[in-house]
């Protein structure tokens, strides 16, 4: 019996999805990456290692030709400085960028005396698998205190001067109420302190804590397991099409898919919902006092509620996101800190960004195959990407009308929703080449009849137009996690401050050194995170959803205050700015956890033909979860399928030529 014609195309179709270009043995491909923060670097050192060290036995040399990677930055945007001498006094820090390159949400400033300060992503897990192998293949590249002031701090400050620094952190209620207080055995030494205080949460949160501390412990045993299927290249069930396939090799997919409430419901987590919502109605003595007879928790002195006060205040202080907005699993990494070993990049976090591309030309440098090279075979351009046009047989990148070139690999390694790019194809089979379409990045449908269209894509008859296939209109729409704008953060960095410390109901000698919110605590305050980066040097970061007017900034620092720096992520009255900017993906309580694949467009498939251009799109990952590991692990997973696209690697038993086909 033979095979129908259709399933004779679907497996034409599938051969070439998972197949190498057919081009000459000896051709060598181009590959663009566009974003050149965390996940770009990444990825690029990690196509230099599948490329060095590929399998093909047919070639001895290597098959990249050149890896471009395309940035705007170096961020902060000079245009984002404040102008001190509107203050008071006049800053004497002289804050500035660094002169090197940095990502979009993973940046750093440089004060004057050497000081760094994070202006995004502060913090790394010691069981971050990636970012920790990045750092051991460059020795420059050393551990530091978590959120610190950088290398040079740590190397002046004395001992005296350490113990004047306030410690600790506390979860602030506004109104001068304190859900944790910060300054809990404050007259024992440190030694003591180090031994109560864990004592007191496992009194204070009881059961509840190792509930939690043992699903965190699950997960992160999950996540060991990621690194052993991303290293695996033998196996196809390895290779993951998008970020939702890899969820659900580890068994975190249905994490995913609810929001944290819900997964703390089936925890079993007590919940107190008076603490929630920005809700006032009553202080911490009267909410005591509304608690029913039979919670045995209201008969138990110094009894807290988890979930509403240090899981709630880590998200906040992460994501700016409560737990109705945050899924399952991204409220589990955000709580993963809680009881791991921290620790940041001496000098900058950004500095894994120069280093991941520096090392990837290093691999090529190496080897056999970069000795013929006259050019660095990857390098990085400070360029703004504002159109990518396809064809059958390459992709074309534009800097407004400025051409950059031509490649067979596109990488988006930046949010779809902030790149402000316009994805377009040329008409094909040699129609006139000046009639650019939107390219289908999100897949296609069968050129089957209108009817059945409009009922698969939900979509109105207006949608449902002739292309240039001479058919109906069959691109899928993008999903809400590629086209929801990411949620706003605003970075302050403050100098010579007087701290408020009766602002918080407290004493200068009992503020901690970083203040967590409930969700009263920020709709009252308005900050998310406040930091003291140093007393000596009254310096003081803050976290917060919308820039702090004059009024709340005299209110906590004093009037002599100077407002050093100031890094927005979308937010704002203007609408472009707030569309297309943002720190981390909003992600609605796991409604927006559905993923695009990391192949967001092949040409080959799209055209019927044996090779053609590809578009990925690393950033898939982040519809469920943001970090930065989250970042090198999508740049792992699509650098290794565009390696076996290329012919680089691929499974044992399933590796083909097209001239086989």
Request: glycine content about 8%.
């Given at each position: 019996?033979?095979?129908?014609?259709?399933?004779?195309h679907?497996?034409?179709l599938l051969?070439?999805s998972?197949?190498?270009?057919?081009?000459e043995?000896n051709?060598?491909?181009r590959?663009?990456?566009?974003?050149?923060?965390i996940?770009?670097?990444?990825?690029?050192?990690?196509?230099?290692?599948?490329d060095?060290?590929?399998r093909?036995?047919?070639?001895t040399?290597?098959f990249?030709d050149?890896?471009?990677?395309?940035?705007v930055?170096?961020?902060?945007?000079?245009?984002?400085?404040?102008?001190?001498?509107?203050?008071?006094v006049?800053?004497s820090w002289?804050?500035?960028a660094?002169?090197?390159?940095?990502?979009?949400?993973v940046?750093?400033?440089?004060?004057?005396?050497?000081?760094?300060?994070?202006l995004g992503?502060?913090?790394i897990?010691s069981g971050?698998?990636?970012?920790?192998?990045m750092?051991?293949g460059?020795s420059?590249?050393?551990?530091?205190?978590?959120?610190?002031l950088?290398?040079?701090?740590?190397?002046?400050?004395t001992?005296?001067t350490?113990?004047?620094?306030?410690?600790g952190f506390?979860i602030?209620?506004?109104?001068?109420?304190?859900?944790?207080?910060?300054n809990?055995f404050?007259?024992?030494p440190?030694?003591?302190?180090?031994?109560?205080?864990?004592l007191?949460?496992?009194?204070?949160?009881?059961i509840?804590?190792?509930r939690?501390r043992?699903?965190?412990k699950?997960?992160i045993?999950?996540?060991?397991?990621?690194?052993?299927l991303?290293?695996n290249?033998?196996?196809?069930?390895?290779?993951?099409?998008?970020?939702m396939?890899?969820?659900?090799?580890?068994?975190?997919?249905p994490l995913?898919?609810?929001?944290?409430h819900?997964f703390?419901?089936?925890l079993?987590l007590?919940?107190?919902?008076?603490?929630?919502?920005?809700?006032?109605?009553?202080?911490i003595?009267?909410?005591?006092?509304?608690?029913?007879?039979w919670?045995?928790?209201s008969?138990l002195?110094?009894?807290g509620?988890?979930r509403?006060e240090?899981v709630?205040?880590?998200?906040i202080?992460?994501?700016?996101?409560?737990?109705?907005?945050?899924?399952?699993?991204v409220?589990l990494?955000?709580?993963?800190?809680a009881?791991g070993?921290?620790?940041s990049?001496?000098?900058?976090?950004y500095?894994l960004?120069?280093?991941a591309?520096?090392q990837?030309?290093e691999?090529?440098?190496?080897?056999?195959c970069?000795?013929?090279?006259?050019?660095p075979?990857?390098?990085?351009?400070?360029?703004?990407?504002t159109?990518?046009?396809?064809t059958e047989?390459?992709?074309e990148?534009?800097?407004?009308?400025?051409?950059?070139?031509?490649?067979?690999i596109?990488i988006l390694a930046?949010?779809?929703q902030?790149?402000r790019?316009?994805?377009?194809?040329?008409s094909p089979?040699?129609m006139d080449p000046?009639?650019?379409h939107?390219?289908p990045?999100?897949?296609?449908?069968?050129?089957?009849?209108?009817?059945?269209?409009i009922?698969?894509?939900?979509?109105?008859?207006?949608?449902?137009?002739?292309?240039e296939?001479?058919?109906?209109?069959f691109?899928?729409?993008l999903?809400?996690?590629?086209?929801t704008?990411?949620?706003?953060?605003v970075?302050?960095i403050?100098?010579?401050?007087?701290?408020n410390?009766?602002?918080?109901?407290?004493?200068?000698?009992?503020l901690?050194?970083?203040?967590?919110?409930?969700?009263r605590?920020?709709l009252?305050e308005?900050?998310t995170t406040?930091?003291?980066?140093?007393?000596?040097?009254?310096?003081?970061?803050t976290?917060?959803t919308e820039?702090?007017d004059?009024?709340t900034l005299?209110?906590?620092f004093?009037p002599?205050?100077?407002v050093?720096?100031i890094?927005k992520w979308?937010?704002?009255?203007?609408?472009e700015?707030?569309?297309?900017g943002?720190?981390?993906p909003?992600?609605r309580?796991g409604?927006?956890?559905?993923?695009?694949?990391?192949?967001?467009?092949?040409?080959?498939?799209?055209?019927s033909?044996?090779s053609?251009?590809?578009?990925?799109?690393?950033?898939?990952?982040?519809?469920?979860?943001?970090?930065?590991e989250?970042?090198a692990?999508?740049?792992?997973?699509?650098?290794?399928?565009?390696?076996r696209?290329?012919g680089?690697i691929s499974?044992?038993?399933?590796?083909?030529?097209h001239?086989?086909?």
């Open positions: 019996m033979k095979p129908s014609v259709s399933c004779l679907c497996l034409f051969l070439l998972s197949s190498s270009f057919a081009r043995d051709q060598q491909y590959i663009a990456i566009i974003g050149a923060g996940s770009g670097s990444f990825t690029s050192k990690y196509l230099a290692e599948y060095v060290h590929h093909n036995k047919k070639r040399d290597c990249i050149r890896i471009d990677l395309f940035d930055s170096p961020p902060p945007d000079d245009n984002l400085l404040v102008n001190a001498t509107s203050k008071a006049s800053s002289g804050s500035a660094p002169k090197e390159y940095q990502g979009s949400r940046s750093s400033l440089i004060l004057s005396d050497g000081s760094v300060i994070e992503a502060s913090i897990y971050n698998q990636l970012v920790v192998d750092m051991a460059d420059a590249l050393q551990k530091g205190a978590p959120m610190g950088g290398k040079k701090q740590q190397q002046e400050t001992q005296s350490t113990s004047d620094e306030p410690s506390g602030y209620h506004g109104n001068r109420e304190w859900l944790l207080s910060p809990l404050s007259r024992y440190p030694v003591i302190q180090s031994i109560l205080k864990p007191y949460f496992v009194w204070r949160y009881n509840d804590y190792f939690l043992s699903a965190v699950q997960a045993h999950a996540f060991d397991v990621v690194y052993d991303l290293n290249t033998e196996k196809e069930v390895t290779y993951f099409n998008n970020p396939e890899l969820w659900d090799a580890i068994g975190l997919k995913a898919s609810i929001s944290f819900d703390l419901d089936e079993g007590s919940r107190d919902e008076s603490l929630e919502h920005g809700s006032s109605s009553g202080g003595v009267e909410k005591a006092m509304r608690r029913s007879w919670d045995w928790r008969w002195p110094c009894m509620c988890l509403s240090l709630t205040a880590m998200t202080n992460t994501y700016n996101q409560d737990l109705n907005e945050m899924n399952g699993l409220g990494v955000a709580y993963v800190p009881g070993d921290l620790f990049v001496e000098g900058g976090n500095k960004i120069r280093s591309i520096q990837a030309q691999i090529y440098d190496q080897s056999n970069g000795s013929s090279q006259t050019l075979r990857v390098k990085r351009h400070q360029k703004t990407i159109t990518v046009i396809t047989d390459s992709m990148l534009l800097s407004n009308n400025e051409s950059l070139g031509e490649y067979d596109v930046a949010p779809l902030m790149s790019i316009k994805f377009l194809m040329r089979m040699g000046s009639i650019l939107e390219m990045l999100a897949g296609v449908h069968d050129n089957v009849d209108s009817e059945d269209i009922d698969r894509t939900q979509t109105s008859s207006k949608h449902a137009v002739n292309n296939h001479g058919g109906r209109s691109a899928h729409p999903l809400p996690s590629a086209t704008p990411y949620t706003s953060v970075t302050t403050i100098s010579n401050v007087t701290l410390s009766t602002h918080f109901g407290l004493t200068d000698d009992q901690p050194r970083s203040i967590l919110v409930s969700e605590g920020k009252l308005g900050i406040l930091t003291i980066l140093s007393v000596e040097k009254k310096l003081v970061k976290f917060s820039a702090l004059d009024q005299n209110s906590l004093g002599y205050h100077v050093e720096y890094q979308g937010g704002g009255s203007s609408s700015f707030s569309q297309y943002g720190a981390t909003s992600f309580g409604r927006n956890s559905e993923s695009l694949p990391y192949l967001l467009y092949d040409g080959a498939v799209h055209w033909k044996s053609g251009p590809a578009l990925y799109y690393v950033n898939a990952i982040e519809s469920a979860v943001a970090a930065i989250i970042s692990i999508g740049a792992k997973s699509t650098a290794k399928l565009v390696a696209r290329l680089l499974p044992i038993g399933t590796s083909f030529t001239e086989e086909l």
